[in-house]
C-alpha cells in the first residue's frame, strides 16, 4: 500500500476531534471507512498512532510526534494547490500574543513598502511556536526560550515584564512592584503560549494559588474580573492598554527575549528579507540565527 494525502487528512481529523465519530462526519465518510483509513496508515508506518479503548480514544506518543509532520505534509499540499491558482505566495508571520509590540506597525508598513508583490500576512495561533512547528505559518514571532526541535532564530530584542493588576487593586497605585509582592496573589498563567511560569518566583517565596489559562483574551478577562493578577511584558501594557488594569514595572525580573523563528528547511523564499527587516525595525541586528 502507498500512503496516500488521504490518509494524513483522516489522521488528522481523528487527532483534532478524538473521536472515529467526529472525524467521519468532518470527512464526510463512514465510521468503518475511518477505522480503515486509520488501520492502514498505522501497518504501513509501522507504529502504532491512536490508543483506542470502547469509551476512550488518545494519541500514543508516535501519534503525537507524527501529528505535526502530518501538517506540514497537508498544508505545504494545500498551500501549492492554492499558489497554483493564486500566484501571490503571501509570507505568513504567526504570534501568540502583543506580535511585534508597538513595532507591529513600522513591521507591517515597511514590508508592504519594499515587498508590495508578497503579502505579509500576521496571523494570532494559541500555541507555543504560533502555529510555526505544525506548519501554519512560515515564521513566528516568539517570546521566552521555546524547545522546539528544526527551529532556528533570530534573537530581535528584549522587553521587560510589568505585572498586571485590577486598576483598583491596593497595589495598583505603586510605581514598581518586586515579585514578592504578588506571592499571596492568585496568579494568571497562561499554560499554552505563555513566558510566565512559577519558576519565576524564589524557591521561598512561589505563589500557592495559580489560574491557568489557554491565551491573552483569558488572561485580560481573570484580571479585569478581579480572580486574578498575571505577569507579562511591556508590549501588552503598550498594545493593550485597559482602564480596569494597571500595568506596574517589575524591575527586578529578568527580561523577555523575543525572538523570530522559522523551520530549518526550505520555505518561503522571502524569509531572509523578513529577518533582516525585523532586526531593523526592533532594534537589534548583533545576533546570528541560531537552532533552539
Do not use: K
Not at 501549492?80 to 509590540?101: M, N, T, V
Not at 508592504?112 to 496571523?123: F, I, K, S, W
Not at 493588576?165 to 514578592?180: K, N
Not at 497562561?190 to 483574551?217: E, M, Y
Amino acid at each position: 500500500m502507498t500512503i496516500e494525502l488521504r490518509h494524513f487528512r483522516c489522521f488528522l481529523a481523528i487527532a483534532d476531534t478524538l473521536s472515529i465519530t467526529r472525524a467521519a462526519d468532518r470527512l464526510h465518510l463512514t465510521q468503518p471507512a475511518v477505522s480503515r483509513t486509520l488501520r492502514q496508515l498505522e501497518q504501513e508506518l509501522g507504529l502504532r498512532l491512536v490508543d483506542r479503548s470502547t469509551h476512550h480514544l488518545a494519541l500514543t506518543p508516535d501519534g503525537a510526534a507524527f501529528r505535526d509532520q502530518a501538517a506540514i505534509a497537508v498544508t505545504a499540499f494545500d498551500r501549492a494547490l492554492r499558489l497554483g491558482r493564486h500566484p501571490a505566495w503571501p509570507l505568513r508571520l504567526g504570534h501568540a500574543w502583543s506580535a511585534a509590540g508597538t513595532d507591529t506597525t513600522a513591521l507591517l508598513r515597511r514590508w508592504q513598502q519594499a515587498h508590495p508583490d508578497t503579502p505579509l500576512e500576521l496571523l494570532r495561533i494559541d500555541d507555543r511556536t504560533a502555529g510555526l512547528a505544525r506548519g501554519d505559518v512560515d515564521a513566528a514571532l516568539l517570546r521566552g526560550e521555546v524547545n522546539a526541535p528544526d527551529l532556528l532564530t533570530a534573537r530581535l530584542t528584549t522587553e521587560p515584564r510589568v505585572a498586571g493588576l485590577p486598576a483598583d487593586d491596593p497595589l495598583a497605585g505603586r510605581t514598581s512592584l518586586s515579585l514578592t509582592d504578588l506571592s499571596s496573589r492568585t496568579i494568571a498563567l497562561n499554560t499554552v503560549s505563555g513566558t510566565t511560569t512559577l519558576d519565576l518566583w524564589p524557591a521561598t517565596a512561589r505563589p500557592t494559588s495559580t489560574l491557568p489559562i489557554a491565551n491573552q483574551d483569558d488572561w485580560f478577562a481573570a484580571i479585569t474580573a478581579g480572580r486574578a493578577v498575571g505577569v507579562t511584558t511591556t508590549a501588552t501594557a503598550d498594545m493593550y492598554p485597559h482602564p480596569a488594569i494597571a500595568y506596574i514595572p517589575l524591575p527586578e525580573a529578568p527580561p523577555v527575549p523575543v525572538l523570530l523563528a522559522w523551520r530549518n528547511a526550505p520555505g518561503h523564499p522571502r524569509i531572509p528579507d523578513l529577518i533582516q527587516l525585523a532586526r531593523e525595525v526592533m532594534g537589534r541586528s548583533d545576533q546570528g540565527p541560531s537552532h533552539l
